[in-house]
Structure formats: structure tokens, C-alpha cells
């Protein structure tokens, strides 16, 4: 496999469930990210990792707890979301993570809260 | 604030030419990027301007005015899958990535 894959493409969750969203990059990078994509709203940058540390989080609700347990591996832990959580979300790598270089993107997990 | 501004939607005509603005007030400046997304996909770059002036690569081309805060994606020889939406991305003074929300592109035959 190539490029960033991130499963499951597609979630339905109620509000008291637990799930988890996993995105495994096979790029040989150093820096992983999680984006939220709403419709009609720019980019939202929720968490990066660089080189299995978080070195940055945008003030993000708890109820979304990332877990990068190697460089190639990167996972949203979702619990008690709100329907305003429905999005996609997206994850990204890059070699490194000062944002001036390409970011590869996977196709996104869609997530919708009921 | 930091704001990136793109228009919301556009429509051309196969085979012909687009041109899709980006207006950009941030702090500070250190790049922009432009990124295809195609509807359900990921977002793939395009290109990458820090320098003032025109960068073409085949069909696409960019463009830079650091002065004006303004870019613009040039499309030539519009095809049916250029039908996606396009996103503008500055790279601010702290290396913060800022993101437009985005230009859907719709291509008619």
C-alpha cells in the first residue's frame, strides 16, 4: 500500500458511543495530522504529531483524544460527541511539520453524530 | 484576524479558461499552496508559490502578488474532471497553515 489510508470511510455514531478513527501512512514521514472538514468551512486543524509527539492541539474538546503510537500509525478516539461533530475528518502527513511543505491527505472518515 | 477569502462557487465551459482568486490577510507570510479536491477524495497539491509571479505546470498555473495579499489558479483547456472544489492555503509568520474554505468549480460540456 501507498499513500495515507484511513478507515472506517464512513461512521454513524450516537452520542454516547465510543469509536475510534485510524489513519496509517505508508510515506516514510515524520509528522501526522488531524483535520475536521465541514461543509463550506475552511480546514480546521485539530492535532499534530511530530515524530509520535503531539506538538500541537487547537484547543479541541476532550471528547476527541488522538493517540500516534508510531510515526506511521495516528488515531482519533471519539467519545460523548455532539451532532455538531458530523464532518469529515481528514488525516495528512509531511516530512516535517512546519507547514512548508506538501501534505498528503487521506480520502477522510465521515462521521455522523445522531 | 487571519482570513483567507476565495469565492464560494464558479462554473465554466469545457475547454475553456478559469481563473479562481485568493485574497489573503495573515500575519506575516512564508507561502501559499493550492490543493484539488475532488468530491469524496482526498485533497492532493497542486502547487506552491513563496515568490512573486507566475509558476505553470502544464494545464495549471499559479499566481503570486505578495503586495496585494493575492493569488490566483489559472486553468486552461478546461476538462470534465478539473470539476472539483480548489483550496488556498497561506503559510502565516508562526508556520501556521491558514486555509480558504474552498472554491467549487463546476465544468459544463
Known amino acids: 500500500e501507498t499513500g495515507v489510508t484511513q478507515t472506517p470511510r464512513h461512521l454513524v455514531m450516537g452520542m454516547t458511543n465510543k469509536k475510534s478513527l485510524k489513519c496509517e501512512q505508508h510515506?516514510?514521514?515524520?509528522?501526522m495530522y488531524w483535520y475536521k472538514q465541514s461543509a463550506k468551512k475552511p480546514l480546521e486543524l485539530m492535532f499534530v504529531y511530530s515524530l509520535e509527539e503531539r506538538v500541537e492541539n487547537n484547543s479541541v474538546p476532550s471528547r476527541f483524544s488522538p493517540e500516534c503510537p508510531n510515526s506511521s500509525h495516528l488515531f482519533l478516539h471519539l467519545h460523548t460527541l455532539q451532532p455538531e461533530d458530523s464532518a469529515l475528518y481528514l488525516c495528512?502527513?509531511?516530512?516535517?511539520?512546519?507547514?512548508?511543505?506538501?501534505?498528503?491527505f487521506g480520502e477522510g472518515s465521515r462521521l455522523t453524530v445522531l | 484576524g487571519q482570513n483567507i477569502d476565495q469565492p464560494t462557487e464558479m462554473t465554466a465551459t469545457e475547454g475553456a479558461i478559469v481563473q479562481i482568486n485568493c485574497t489573503y490577510q495573515t500575519s506575516g507570510f512564508n507561502g501559499l499552496f493550492w490543493y484539488q479536491q475532488h468530491a469524496g477524495e482526498a485533497p492532493t497539491f497542486l502547487s506552491y508559490?513563496?515568490l512573486d509571479g507566475l509558476e505553470e505546470k502544464g494545464r495549471f498555473s499559479s499566481f503570486l502578488s505578495r503586495s496585494k495579499g493575492y493569488s490566483y489558479l489559472l486553468l486552461k483547456e478546461l476538462q470534465m474532471k478539473d470539476s472539483a472544489s480548489y483550496l488556498c492555503?497561506?503559510?502565516?509568520?508562526?508556520?501556521?497553515?491558514?486555509w480558504g474554505a474552498g472554491t467549487k468549480l463546476i465544468i459544463k460540456p
Open positions: 495528512a502527513s509531511s516530512q516535517a511539520p512546519d507547514s512548508t511543505g506538501e501534505l498528503f
Open positions: 510515506l516514510g514521514h515524520n509528522a
Open positions: 492555503a497561506v503559510i502565516n509568520s508562526n508556520y501556521q497553515l491558514i
Open positions: 508559490n513563496v
